[in-house]
C-alpha cells in the first residue's frame, strides 16, 4: 500500500493562491495516473483533477483555467496550484491513484473566505 501525506491547505482570500503538495511513501506506483479530490461540508467527494504518468491532464469545468495539477515522478509528489481561489473551492483536499485507490490520506483544509 501506498502511503500519501497532503500539506499546503490553508486560509486564503478569494482571489488568493495555495499550492497544495501529496507525497507518497511506501509502496508507489509509478507507472499510474495520479489525482487530486475534494470534499466539501456535506458533499461527497470528488475529483478535482488529474494527471498521468506522461504528464497529460484533466479538470473539472469549475477549476479548469484556475487550478494545475503536476508531479514529479523522482520525488515521489503530485502538486495542485491553485489560483483565483473561490468560495466554493472551500473543501478538505486528498490526492490518490484514481484507478487502484489506496488508503486515504488525512488531507488538507483549503478554506477560502474573506
Known amino acids: 500500500q501506498a502511503q500519501l501525506v497532503e500539506s499546503g491547505g490553508g486560509l486564503a482570500q478569494p482571489g488568493g493562491s495555495l499550492r497544495l503538495s501529496c507525497k507518497i511513501s511506501?509502496?508507489?506506483?509509478?507507472?499510474?495516473?495520479m489525482a487530486w479530490y475534494r470534499q466539501a461540508p456535506g458533499k461527497q467527494r470528488e475529483l478535482v483533477a488529474s494527471?498521468?504518468?506522461?504528464?497529460?491532464?484533466t479538470y473539472i469545468d469549475s477549476v479548469k483555467g484556475r487550478f494545475t495539477i503536476s508531479r514529479d515522478n523522482a520525488k515521489n509528489e503530485v502538486n495542485l496550484q491553485m489560483n483565483n481561489l473561490k468560495s466554493e473551492d472551500t473543501a478538505v483536499y486528498y490526492c490518490?491513484?484514481?484507478?487502484?485507490?489506496?488508503?486515504w490520506g488525512q488531507g488538507t483544509q483549503v478554506t477560502v473566505s474573506s
Open positions: 511506501g509502496r508507489v506506483f509509478s507507472g499510474y495516473s
Open positions: 494527471i498521468t504518468t506522461g504528464g497529460t491532464t
Open positions: 490518490n491513484y484514481p484507478y487502484i485507490s489506496q488508503p
